[in-house]
């Protein structure tokens, strides 16, 4: 998966322009962020890559980058 | 891997009592409409059913339930052996619930009665425990009553619009009876414990209360990692593969979990029948619920079916059961 694709696919899962985003955002302050859209997020990254992120590894990651450095490293 | 194998038990029959009022998750307070329209749309959860009365005892909705199904499958109530209760929303810590009910339905004093506290896995379990129990008597038939289910909705703080929205209020109770000459009815067990994840799903004391809390993501990868592994297990330790299993009935977790489990196990998802849009999840009440709202998709004999419970614990149960016909109940709705 690269930078780009993952990018992609962020925007796609949060309904969010593809040139809004990029890995230095802080995905916690996307107005779209809430308990749920998590939720649909994680689900989403398990379909997609066959990774599961825990809360604790979601709670510790705040840009784009550092969620996209961990699915790397899984 | 805990595997048993369990011969000569079946279910005879299974009934369930809900509360009548029904909630819907579209008129929920505090989120948008799109919010609430996605919450939906991604659970799979519509409905609730809801006690309204918080002084309901659960006792109340079991001993409808449990004196249904005694008398659906006319059972003399001295040829029980076993009530068993699984339940984690019990009004008192003691007694417990199965003494009570074994006074209310007026079974013999010789039955043995427990409650054991379990969630979602409870009727798996249950089954496996009163197999085991039904079979020690040395009796040629024995017969049991196995009750699960609970009043989530005396757990779940109010304006928690994480667990509010996912739980609904229900009971079942199931007629299972021991039967030396039948040597069709085989089933296999895999029961497991994963306690690392037992504060995926627990209760937080305030004041007086004791809401219950869930960490949605973990509850997810709790259910993710370790579900499909255990029916797979099972399926390898029976000797079969998904495709002869007829029907699969999941615990109703939300729509997101079981559609990922479903697709992890490599089963045919219109072979796992569903009621979470109408009844949401009703803890150890949704597989014997689920299986009363779809009974006519199994056929009158001979159906080789796999059932999954998962949850608080965290708790993992499948088994792989033949049954053959079993009296559903209509279920019932009572003003609580």
């Known amino acids: 998966m690269s930078e780009k694709e993952f990018l992609f696919f962020t925007a796609q899962e949060f309904n969010v322009e593809e040139n809004s985003i990029n890995l230095s955002t802080n995905f916690k302050n996307l107005s779209v962020w809430n308990s749920l859209n998590a939720l649909i997020y994680i689900a989403s990254i398990n379909e997609k890559y066959n990774i599961l992120i825990s809360s604790n590894e979601l709670a510790s990651s705040n840009s784009l ?7 790397k490293d899984k | 891997m805990a595997f048993s194998i369990s011969k000569g038990c079946s279910i005879k029959g299974i009934s369930v009592c809900l509360p009548k009022t029904r909630e819907d998750n579209l008129d929920l307070i505090g989120l948008t409409t799109s919010q609430k329209e996605s919450l939906v749309n991604h659970t799979g959860i519509r409905y609730r059913y809801v006690v309204q009365n918080k002084d309901t005892n659960i006792q109340t909705l079991f001993q409808k339930a449990a004196k249904k199904v005694i008398s659906d499958l006319k059972w003399n109530k001295d040829s029980i052996d076993i009530i068993i209760v699984i339940s984690q929303s019990s009004s008192t810590t003691i007694p417990s619930i199965a003494c009570k009910l074994q006074n209310a339905l007026e079974l013999p ?7 054991i506290n379990l969630g979602c896995s409870g009727f798996v379990y249950g089954l496996n425990v009163v197999f085991q129990l039904l079979k020690s008597f040395n ?63 627990c209760t937080e004391t305030i004041g007086s209360n004791n809401w219950m809390r869930m960490n949605g993501i973990d509850v ?21 593969i998904i495709s002869d299993i007829e029907q699969i009935f999941l615990h ?22 569903k009621t979470l849009y109408e009844y949401g999840n009703t803890a150890s009440a949704s597989i014997p619920l689920t299986m009363i709202l779809h009974r006519n998709k199994l056929k009158p004999k001979n159906n080789l079916i796999l059932l999954s419970g998962f949850g608080v614990g965290f708790s993992v149960a499948s088994v792989i059961l033949k049954i053959d016909t079993i009296q559903f109940s209509e279920p019932i709705f009572i003003e609580v």
């Open chain 2, 220 to 240: 997810f990868n709790y259910s993710v990692k370790y579900v499909p592994n255990n029916i797979n297990s099972i399926l390898k330790f029976s000797g079969l």
């Open chain 2, 252 to 273: 109703q977790a939300n729509e997101l979990i079981n559609k990922t489990l479903i697709r992890s196990i490599k089963a045919d998802i219109n072979l796992a029948p």
């Open chain 2, 109 to 115: 004093t010789s039955v043995i009665a427990f409650d």
């Open chain 2, 139 to 201: 009796n040629k038939k024995s017969r049991a009553i196995l009750c699960c289910g609970d009043i989530s909705s005396s757990l779940t703080e109010p304006d928690d619009l994480t667990t509010k929205p996912i739980f609904s209020d229900a009971v079942s109770a199931t007629g299972i009876e021991y039967d030396e000459l039948d040597e069709r009815s085989v089933s296999y067990f895999n029961l497991e414990t994963f306690g690392s994840g037992q504060n995926i799903i």
């Open chain 1, 65 to 71: 980058k550092e969620l996209y450095e961990l699915l």
